[in-house]
């Protein structure tokens, strides 16, 4: 009795195994298709009455292995590499360079939803002083 007890114990545990997670296949170059600050709408890609129009510059380019190239609302760019947090919640740039004010050159953004290779959307986890001290929120598109 105490062993088909152990049985059934064991088999529970072995599928309450956490189930992995694969990577998002992001490895393109994005670029805005509409931009958000603190909630509002501040870029629609071919809007001529946005008013933010330097999204039209902004590009996210992950096709070189972990090397990322980041152009944001400025057109700066800026060169570090990239990652995916390991639940694919989450994309890291780090050792951005030049460092971007006030972040010792990393960026983190928050995927609001699940990553597919026609949509990307991103949430900055900490606000931009870039933006007046918002905090942004992306739909990305292939270029």
Excluded at 62 to 77: E, H, N, P, Y
Excluded at 107 to 113: D, G, P, S, V
């Amino acid at each position: 009795m105490k062993t088909n007890i152990c049985i059934v114990l064991v088999a529970f545990l072995a599928a309450c195994q956490p189930k992995k997670v694969e990577p998002a296949d992001i490895n393109i170059v994005w670029k805005a298709k509409s931009v958000r600050q603190n909630g509002v709408l501040v870029y629609t890609e071919g809007n001529p009455a946005s008013t933010q129009p330097g999204y039209a510059r902004f590009r996210l380019d992950l096709t070189a292995g972990d090397q990322v190239i980041f152009r944001d609302v400025d057109g700066r760019k800026l060169v570090g590499t990239w990652s995916l947090s390991t639940d694919n919640n989450r994309l890291i740039l780090e050792n951005l360079s030049p460092p971007p004010s006030e972040s010792s050159g990393n960026i983190e953004f928050y995927l609001t939803a699940p990553p597919t290779r026609e949509n990307l959307m991103l949430k900055r986890t900490n606000e931009s002083r870039k933006t007046g001290n918002s905090i942004n929120e992306y739909e990305l598109v292939p270029e």
